[in-house]
């Protein structure tokens, strides 16, 4: 059996168990208790591990926030979703079974999976992410690349050719705001890299912490005329979203971010 999943308890970081596959990560299996709609999250084929065993019989424990783990082909977790129970689970108290079991939680996610965000973790259980490999994806499959690459565990290199706080952004590849992301993600931490998701994120990542720290300068590689990203008077400009990148420029100059076209 593979083991595809883990969950990890947020107190002490075990691991509690294995397991084979997981349904409800997306939130579509729900449950409405009290008038209060809860994610239900099933683990087949789920294992308990044995030092989270003598753990809980040692500190007469429970459980209640917890991450939902995936794992490469190897078994080691390469990011995680988090989540809450409705009420805390002493596992102490109701015994762990034997073998292989199907464990069944009620509580909520933080952040729901989406379908495409699940397709891009199966992509990272055997390799880590090639340059410029989101280029190639829907915008739907760009949103999913931001999310995995903003819950992937931070085991990617930032990339070897940046220094000096300059990084490189190929114009031709950026179409909108998420494509803008990617790039700008892989530009600062490698591919696969994070920096921002949304203008709040990129607020965040500004303010360090997240592989570069103002100021700093973007270049803008091959700008030329059939690219639809450009940069006029240190603004960058895309018209089919505009009002996005207007704000986004206000966010660079308030944060000493320069724009160069090359």
């Not at 809980?56 to 794992?71: D, E, F, Q």
């Not at 590849?173 to 993600?185: P, W």
Request: aromatic letters at 12%.
């Amino acid at each position: 059996m593979v083991n595809k999943f883990s969950l990890i308890d947020d107190e002490s970081d075990l691991v509690i168990g294995n397991c084979s596959d997981l349904i409800g990560l997306t939130g579509n299996c729900t449950e409405k208790i009290d008038n209060e709609v809860f994610h239900k999250i099933t683990l087949l084929d789920f294992r308990f591990n044995d030092d989270f065993k003598v753990y809980c019989k040692k500190t007469k424990t429970y459980i209640n926030n917890l991450y939902l783990a995936i794992l490469n082909n190897e078994g080691n977790p390469i990011g995680s979703y988090y989540y809450y129970l409705k009420e805390p689970h002493y596992f102490h108290r109701y015994g762990f079974g034997e073998g292989l079991t199907k464990l069944e939680l009620i509580g909520t996610i933080l952040q729901v999976a989406s379908e495409e965000g699940l397709e891009i973790w199966e992509m990272r259980r055997s390799s880590l992410p090639k340059r410029n490999l989101w280029t190639i994806l829907s915008k739907k499959q760009r949103i999913g690349w931001l999310e995995v690459a903003r819950l992937h565990y931070n085991t990617i290199p930032n990339s070897p050719d940046q220094q000096n706080g300059k990084y490189d952004i190929e114009a031709s590849n950026v179409s909108d705001s998420s494509s803008f992301f990617c790039a700008l993600g892989e530009a600062i931490n490698g591919p696969g890299g994070y920096y921002g998701f949304d203008l709040l994120s990129l607020k965040d990542c500004l303010c360090g912490g997240f592989g570069a720290v103002p100021p700093f300068t973007i270049h803008l590689r091959n700008g030329n005329d059939s690219s639809k990203l450009r940069v006029n008077n240190n603004d960058l400009v895309l018209e089919e979203d505009e009002t996005f990148f207007q704000q986004l420029n206000d966010l660079l100059l308030v944060n000493n971010v320069t724009l160069i076209r090359e």
